[in-house]
């Protein structure tokens, strides 16, 4: 056998967490990665005083290296008795206190699989009734005298050089034992599969992600996100840089093609059901989910139920598994699951959790050839849930839906401005369209004309969609300002108009119209499938019944005198909406130079509720998101343009629920003066990720009480990849420092263009070369989304092939290039009061926020340009690449606008129209 020996690194001690350069991590991840290159087989040797049964006997084979002496693996190895041909093979991995076990080898072979067992820890299978017990052998077996390491803990030996830690043999041992099963004769080698119990479950959703050549993966009860477990688990690993940076198995999942089974019980103590979908929602092959009611924790708990053997057999036969998820939605209190099924199903329950413990009621059932669809109501309460079908025997499961704060999460609803979760993000089993064009009528369900500019998002319930446009201006209107706006519901599936309401504005408030940074109609609506909330940023907010009936509307004074740029966006959470605004005329807390604050409501009669202590900037978008500690917090920013009187510069974190709804949690401190809040604050449960002009860096504060965790730095140690549009070539550089390169070279990310997809941050680059304040600036990369992998501290710079034809009438100045056409209503008007409208987007602008739907992530650029990336390729270079989209014309298309993903559709929209995208099959 090839043995491979890649040098360790070392390792050191920070504050109590082991930590490493970025760039030593990057080294071990891909001394890692180079595990899956242990693709010769090893030599094997036979287990002296262990009895051979028919077609099963054990062996030893040899391992890598550890701390300088040769190791082997201990292992049963067995074929079925009755095979004619090539038969299927599956590597089998123990979990703790586990050993290579025969009779698991004999259930495989029973199947009709070859199978090898594999003892991970230096022991055989023989019990030493005298020998002592340990964490990682309470059984006490017997070890051999070729013993590699055992497992100290949780990860516990981080501090050790990577090539001594248990999980790097762990992973090594499992490859070779497949590259062994492979080479017999008897074994098809294109249909191996692995499959691990608990610990081995952890190995098996790493390995997958580095030894793709397995057919197929079934991960029982291990899998990754362990430093998110709200158990021993979450202790362990929270801290732990070199499980977050190196192990952690989402690093490698997006890497695992294979179809892949997550089998596991819902009251598993060790490995928590909430923590499972980040795992399967991470591969993008296909997948299947296993939660039987009953299942406990345990070795034969794990394989004795069929699931396990039968999605395997599916997938070695047919190339995919029994079942499929199609579609999930949860509407007005009832739970629907759609699956497409090879197998007979015979019942269903629901299973859902109310406090600390699951229960599992009945659930309709309905179905037809290749298909079945349960049905449920949610009990009042329900915190979790998900749909179990009885295929007699295996069981076949939803995936988990976590039900927020007792509220509906409705995954086929886009109900607000950041989505139905509140990140900008989806995941759905629905198609997604990613390729289109407007231009072209490709992928084009229907096009609505808009009777004038507007910049909200658009809000869909069902067959309902929701949107603002300003009230169209006279053709020969001098001044392109106003302050009213129009209220418009359309219907989602035809583009059908239902009905349309006024909302005035305050005068002495206007904002400009097509105005690169905001207008009056910036705030996205929003609805909860009963009624909708629509606002006026000049001033006025209400709510309506989706059929148009006023309910309330309510008006304030907002702050004049300053550019009129509010990109804030209205937050519904339970029965409060959330606003932007400064405190009431009468408020004796009212500034001389009024300070905005983050104000609440009672959604059904308007109300005040309460305000935030800290104000903040209403060029900032607030941002809401669940707390470390349960609960509900609002992210919010202070510090921008033209002196506002918001400080300190920095960032506040509002309880938004509960009794404490109001209560300033922490208060970040921006490290300079000049520092500003413009760009939208990311964050989750764990992290907040700032982004700053200002700051050539990522920095990441601790989202329970905001301290600051770590710093990214944008411009040393970068990958970028640029784009030769002569030759249509690109050309990928690693290791750059763009400040050496060029010492005034800053990165500029675009305002409110980055979104946070847990381990990874994008955003756009503005780009810029020429006279800025009178001072020469060279921004970039130039045309590039960068992504951040908080990780690895990895920083990706692509450049996107992003033709600009000549168009009749554009201006050339200061090495950039405007057209006046762009700004266009659909009447004809051009109805843009500050010539800086007319941008191609990569500069000085609000770009609408960027979504992500499943893997894809659409960037909208105000030329009516959308770029669509995959957001976990590999490796963040051409491969990423999907398609550039447009939504009309170049040189006579507008927008600043976010889409909205419902339903397999996305909706957009332009200063002159509505769209829906479909992809036609």
């Excluded at 055989?124 to 013993?147: F, I, Y």
Aim: aromatic share 10%; net charge neutral; charged share 20%.
């Amino acid at each position: 056998m090839k043995i491979l020996i890649l040098a360790p690194l070392a390792a050191f001690m920070l504050g109590g967490a082991t930590s490493l350069h970025a760039a030593e991590f990057s080294a071990e991840r891909a001394q890692v990665l180079a595990l899956g290159q242990l693709t010769a087989a090893p030599a094997v040797h036979p287990a002296v005083g262990f009895v051979d049964r028919a077609g099963l006997k054990a062996i030893f084979y040899d391992a890598l290296p550890w701390k300088g002496k040769p190791t082997r693996v201990f292992a049963w190895l067995g074929l079925p008795a009755n095979r004619s041909g090539k038969v299927p093979g599956v590597v089998l991995v123990h979990g703790g206190g586990g050993t290579a076990f025969k009779e698991w080898v004999q259930k495989w072979n029973a199947q009709g699989f070859a199978a090898i067992a594999i003892a991970l820890e230096g022991q055989t299978d023989v019990r030493n009734p005298a020998g002592p017990r340990t964490e990682s052998n309470p059984q006490g077996w017997q070890g051999h005298d070729w013993s590699g390491p055992a497992r100290k803990g949780i990860y516990g030996d981080s501090n050790e050089p990577l090539a001594d830690q248990w999980m790097y043999h762990a992973v090594a041992d499992t490859v070779l034992a497949h590259s062994l099963l492979r080479s017999l004769p008897e074994v098809d080698a294109t249909r191996v599969g692995v499959c691990g119990i608990s610990w081995g479950g952890i190995i098996t959703s790493t390995v997958v992600g580095i030894d793709t050549r397995f057919a197929f993966g079934i991960p029982i009860y291990g899998c990754g996100a362990l430093d998110r477990a709200a158990d021993n688990y979450v202790r362990a690993l929270q801290d732990n840089a070199v499980y977050l940076e190196v192990w952690e198995p989402l690093l490698r999942l997006p890497r695992a093609t294979m179809p892949l089974l997550w089998f596991t019980g819902p009251r598993d103590s060790h490995f928590p059901l909430d923590v499972q979908p980040a795992s399967y929602r991470a591969s993008p092959g296909p997948r299947m989910v296993s939660v039987p009611f009953g299942m406990k924790h345990g070795h034969g708990a794990g394989w004795n139920p069929p699931d396990s053997y039968v999605f395997a057999k599916s997938v070695v036969e047919t190339g995919k598994p029994w079942a499929r998820e199609t579609a999930q939605a949860l509407r007005a209190g009832t739970a629907r699951v759609e699956f497409e099924v090879s197998r007979a199903v015979r019942g269903a329950t629901l299973v859902f959790k109310r406090g600390s413990d699951w229960e599992e009621s009945a659930a309709t059932l309905t179905t037809s050839p290749g298909r079945a669809i349960a049905t449920a109501v949610v009990p009042t309460g329900t915190t979790a849930y998900f749909f179990n079908l009885d295929a007699d025997g295996p069981t076949l499961s939803s995936e988990y839906q976590a039900v927020a704060s007792g509220r509906e999460i409705e995954s086929v609803n886009w109900p607000q401005a950041a989505g139905p979760n509140g990140n900008w993000a989806v995941t759905t089993p629905h198609a997604v369209p990613t390729r289109w064009s407007v231009e072209r009528n490709e992928n084009i369900r229907w096009r609505v004309t808009l009777p004038e500019a507007g910049q909200s998002g658009l809000a869909v319930w069902e067959d309902r969609l929701f949107l603002t446009t300003m009230k169209p201006i006279a053709a020969d209107a001098e001044k392109k300002t106003g302050s009213d706006i129009v209220l418009h519901c359309f219907h989602a599936a035809t583009g059908a108009p239902l009905w349309q309401q006024e909302l005035a504005g305050d005068p002495q408030a206007p904002g400009m119209y097509a105005f690169g940074f905001s207008d009056s109609s910036s705030p996205t609506p929003i609805t909860d499938g009963k009624h909708v909330w629509f606002w006026n940023a000049s001033g006025q907010m209400g709510c309506w019944t989706i059929e148009g009936e006023k309910v309330w509307t309510r008006r304030w004074t907002p702050t004049v005198g300053r550019p009129f740029n509010k990109q804030y966006e209205p937050i519904k959470i339970g029965g409060t909406i959330l606003n932007v605004e400064p405190r009431d005329s009468a408020d004796p807390l009212r500034e001389k130079d009024p300070w905005n604050y983050l104000r609440a409501f009672d959604a059904a009669t308007g109300t005040p509720r309460w305000i935030a202590p800290e104000g903040l900037t209403h060029y900032n978008t607030p941002t809401l998101g669940a707390l470390p500690g349960g609960g509900h917090g609002i992210l919010s920013g202070r510090g921008g343009y033209h002196t506002v009187p918001e400080s300190p510069v920095g960032l506040t974190m509002t309880r938004a629920d509960g009794p404490d709804a109001g209560k300033a949690l922490w208060t970040w401190r921006h490290p300079r003066s000049d520092g500003k809040a413009l760009t939208k604050p990311g964050w989750d449960s764990r992290f907040v990720y700032v982004l700053d002009e200002t700051l050539p860096e990522l920095v990441l504060l601790n989202a329970a009480d905001g301290k600051e965790v770590r710093r990214i730095s944008l411009l040393k140690n970068v990958t970028v990849t640029s784009y030769d549009a002569a030759t249509a070539t690109f050309r990928t550089r690693t290791g750059v420092d763009l400040a050496a390169e060029n010492p005034d070279y800053a990165v500029f990310p675009a305002w409110y263009t980055n979104l946070v997809t847990y381990p990874h941050v994008f955003f756009q680059c503005f780009h810029f070369k020429g006279k800025r304040q009178g001072k020469d600036a060279d921004i970039g990369p130039r045309n590039s989304i960068a992504r951040i992998h908080v990780a690895t501290a990895h920083v990706e710079y692509l450049e996107l092939p992003f033709p600009v034809p000549h168009v009749a009438g554009e201006v050339s100045k200061n090495n950039e290039t405007q057209y006046p056409s762009m700004t266009f209503n659909s009447r004809g008007v051009d109805v843009a009061d500050d010539k800086r409208s007319g941008r191609t987007g990569w500069w000085w602008c609000f770009n609408g926020n960027p979504i992500a739907v499943n893997q894809f992530v659409f960037f909208t650029f105000m030329s009516g340009r959308v770029q669509v990336l995959d957001g976990r390729a590999e490796r963040f270079d051409a491969t990423a690449l999907v398609a550039l989209n447009d939504l009309g014309k170049f040189g006579e298309t507008w927008s600043v606008n976010t889409p909205s993903y419902s339903r397999g559709r996305l909706y957009h929209r332009t200063m002159k129209e509505l769209i829906c995208i479909e992809t036609k099959p």
